[in-house]
């Protein structure tokens, strides 16, 4: 059986080191060089050329090296194969520590101190506990879970929404749309963590930012797709919302003329938040081929109907 690895933006020989040590034997071919490409059933993806997987007649496992899956779901020629997608450590642990740091940022006006050393100025700002931050995010799923357990060890008030209902010690769980309305208004400093689906895309707009109480945060962790850019922009113009963090946009890479880059109350960073770590991720990867391999239940299986 051989893998077939696509990626741009992942180092294939670092994949290949840490694939061999978990399943020997296995030939990993890398895309351009498939080879004969009847020979490929599993094939290791982020971000394939739309329609190269449909080229491979025997594919019959396909694996996300990412969390999120829509950048295959909307390939209309995806093979009806079982989509595994990424969940491990290295993203929920990477996650939950970009989320912490974004709400502290905000919360202890970390900018504001930047802005006064660059004046040398000495001047403690007023900021109150965590516990009088209420924190509500989008979306309560491996990542969101991860990230709301370390606001909890901080001291953050947590909120969270998903579309059935959850149980997260020391969090609040909302769903559907009167629970949405029930936690944006309480909510300080707003997270998305959702995949990106026909429901989902562009929920970040005018009306869930007006939901939100004056002087909020935004921070999307997600998709870009999920924010309506122009709208963040007249919410953060007209004073309503605070500011935002983005590590996701709707173009990326972000280009150098739009606006976001120069935004008083906008941060930057370049689709970072979570990174498949080859060191902390193969061993899933390693997972899925062998539970193929035996027939057994795939972990972390893509529901294609719902879309995540
Ligand atoms: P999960 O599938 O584990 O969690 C998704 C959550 O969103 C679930 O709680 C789900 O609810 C909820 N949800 C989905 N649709 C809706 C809806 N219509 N209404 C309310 N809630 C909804 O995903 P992950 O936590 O693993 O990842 C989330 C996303 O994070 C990924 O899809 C990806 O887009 C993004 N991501 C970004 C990265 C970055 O570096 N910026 C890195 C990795 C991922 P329920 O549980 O009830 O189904
Ligand atoms: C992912 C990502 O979905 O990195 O894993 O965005």
């Given at each position: 059986?051989?893998l077939?690895?696509c990626?741009?933006?992942?180092n294939?020989?670092?994949?290949?080191?840490?694939?061999?040590?978990r399943?020997?034997g296995?030939?990993?071919r890398?895309?351009p060089?498939?080879?004969?490409?009847?020979?490929?059933?599993?094939?290791?993806v982020?971000?394939?050329?739309?329609g190269?997987?449909a080229?491979?007649?025997?594919?019959s496992l396909i694996v996300?090296?990412g969390a999120?899956?829509?950048?295959?779901?909307?390939?209309?020629?995806?093979?009806?194969?079982?989509l595994?997608r990424?969940?491990?450590?290295?993203l929920?642990?990477d996650?939950a520590g970009?989320?912490?740091?974004q709400?502290l940022?905000?919360?202890r006006?970390m900018?504001d101190?930047?802005a006064?050393?660059?004046q040398?100025?000495?001047?403690?700002l007023?900021?109150?506990?965590a516990?009088?931050?209420?924190?509500?995010?989008?979306?309560?799923g491996?990542l969101?879970?991860?990230a709301?357990?370390?606001?909890?060890?901080?001291?953050?008030?947590?909120?969270?929404?998903?579309?059935?209902p959850?149980?997260?010690?020391?969090?609040?769980s909302?769903?559907?749309?009167?629970?949405?309305?029930a936690?944006?208004a309480?909510?300080?400093?707003?997270?998305?963590?959702?995949p990106?689906?026909?429901?989902?895309?562009?929920?970040?707009?005018?009306?869930l930012?007006?939901?939100?109480p004056a002087?909020?945060?935004v921070v999307?962790a997600?998709?870009?797709?999920?924010?309506?850019?122009?709208?963040?922009?007249?919410?953060?113009?007209?004073?309503h919302?605070?500011?935002?963090?983005?590590?996701v946009t709707?173009?990326?890479?972000?280009?150098p003329?739009?606006?976001?880059?120069?935004?008083?109350?906008?941060?930057?960073t370049?689709?970072?938040?979570a990174?498949?770590?080859?060191?902390?991720?193969a061993a899933?990867?390693?997972?899925?081929?062998?539970?193929?391999?035996a027939?057994?239940?795939?972990?972390?299986l893509v529901?294609?109907k719902?879309?995540?």
């Open positions: 059986m051989t077939l690895f990626s741009s933006s992942d294939a020989n670092v994949w290949r080191a840490e694939i061999a040590k399943l020997p296995l030939e990993m890398v895309w060089d498939v080879g004969d490409p009847a020979d490929i059933r599993m094939a290791l982020w971000k394939p050329p739309a190269m997987l080229s491979l007649p025997n594919l996300s090296l999120g899956v829509e950048p295959l779901l909307e390939d209309p020629t995806l093979p009806d194969v079982p595994v990424m969940v491990s450590d290295g929920t642990l996650m970009y989320i912490a740091f709400v940022r905000w919360h006006q900018d101190y930047a006064l050393q660059a040398a100025r000495w001047e403690p007023d900021h109150g506990p516990s009088a931050v209420t924190v509500g995010i989008l979306g309560l491996e969101g879970t991860a709301a357990r370390t606001l909890r060890t901080m001291d953050y008030r947590v909120l969270g929404w998903s579309r059935s959850k149980q997260v010690e020391g969090v609040e909302f769903s559907g749309p009167d629970g949405l309305a936690m944006l309480q909510t300080n400093t707003l997270v998305c963590l959702l990106l689906t026909p429901d989902t895309q562009g929920i970040l707009n005018a009306a930012f007006a939901a939100l002087g909020a945060v999307n997600a998709r870009g797709r999920h924010l309506v850019e122009a709208d963040l922009l007249a919410a953060l113009d007209s004073g919302l605070r500011g935002a963090s983005l590590d709707v173009t990326e890479p972000l280009p003329e739009h606006p976001f880059w120069r935004h008083p109350k906008i941060r930057i370049p689709h970072v938040a990174v498949t770590h080859p060191s902390l991720s899933q990867v390693a997972e899925a081929v062998r539970a193929f391999r027939g057994e239940p795939l972990p972390n529901d294609r719902r879309g995540y």
